[in-house]
Nanobody, 113 residues
Framework: VQLVESGGGLVQPGGSLRLSCAASGFIFGTASMSWVRQVPGKGLEWVSRITGDGLKTYYVDSVKGRFLISRDNAKNTLYLQLSSAKTEDTATYYC???????RGQGTQVTVSS
């Protein structure tokens, strides 16, 4: 089982970024998946979740209306579109397979001018 995040980087406040997570080694199309993030010195914060069929999505209040989670089951890939980025979105972002909380190595997002 492997989860590989990519797409992080430096973005200005108000800007946008799209994170990707390539999944392999399990049946991705039926797996509930989440994005979580972590700031150094703090615990993991759940950000968003999407059901296996992609029909239902959930968000933490602080990102509602700004982030969009999606998935392409044909490509075994999970996405997180960040928009209207804020400095407090700065963190390492991980994709997570919800059934066993397995996560990838993470991708760093820095929101700064």
């Amino acid at each position: 089982v492997q989860l590989v995040e990519s797409g992080g980087g430096l973005v200005q406040p108000g800007g946008s970024l799209r994170l990707s997570c390539a999944a392999s080694g399990f049946i991705f199309g039926t797996a509930s998946m989440s994005w979580v993030r972590q700031v150094p010195g703090k615990g993991l914060e759940w950000v968003s979740r999407i059901t296996g069929d992609g029909l239902k999505t959930y968000y933490v209040d602080s990102v509602k209306g700004r982030f969009l989670i999606s998935r392409d089951n044909a490509k075994n890939t999970l996405y997180l579109q960040l928009s209207s980025a804020k400095t407090e979105d700065t963190a390492t972002y991980y994709c997570q397979r919800d059934s066993n909380a397995q996560r990838g190595q993470g991708t760093q997002v820095t929101v700064s001018s």
